[in-house]
Nanobody, 122 residues
Framework: QVQLVESGGGLVQAGGSLRLSCAAS????????MGWYRQAPGKQRELVAT???????NYADSAKGRFTISRDNAKNTVYLQMNSLEPEDTAVYYC????????????????WGKGTLVTVSS
């Protein structure tokens, strides 16, 4: 019913920047919070940043000052601007959204994208 598709990952040198995008599509009535998570090899998935429908942002300590999350509600899209990237940022980045569909309303569910790989070389 709902698909989240990430894009923008790739290989970048340390100190570089990338911008990730995640577009939600399907039978969407409304979207609550959207966010980015990441999973590095051999580690658990962890929060990077979230943003509510009214723009309230929350960042992991590792992302503060370097990453910026934003969203375009008209496009059902969330972005993650990543600056000053470090090799430790290498991971698969996943998009997450709390979506109320036209059939599930008023209830929402959490949906995940399939992830986009970010590799930061030293």
């Amino acid at each position: 019913q709902v698909q989240l598709v990430e894009s923008g990952g790739g290989l970048v040198q340390a100190g570089g920047s990338l911008r990730l995008s995640c577009a939600a599509s399907g039978s969407i009535f409304s979207i609550n919070a959207m966010g980015w998570y990441r999973q590095a090899p051999g580690k658990q998935r962890e929060l990077v940043a979230t943003i509510t429908s009214i723009g309230r942002r929350n960042y992991a300590d590792s992302a503060k000052g370097r990453f910026t999350i934003s969203r375009d509600n008209a496009k059902n899209t969330v972005y993650l601007q990543m600056n000053s990237l470090e090799p430790e940022d290498t991971a698969v980045y996943y998009c997450n959204a709390g979506v109320v569909t036209t059939t599930s309303r008023p209830y929402g569910m959490a949906y995940w994208g399939k992830g986009t790989l970010v590799t930061v070389s030293s």
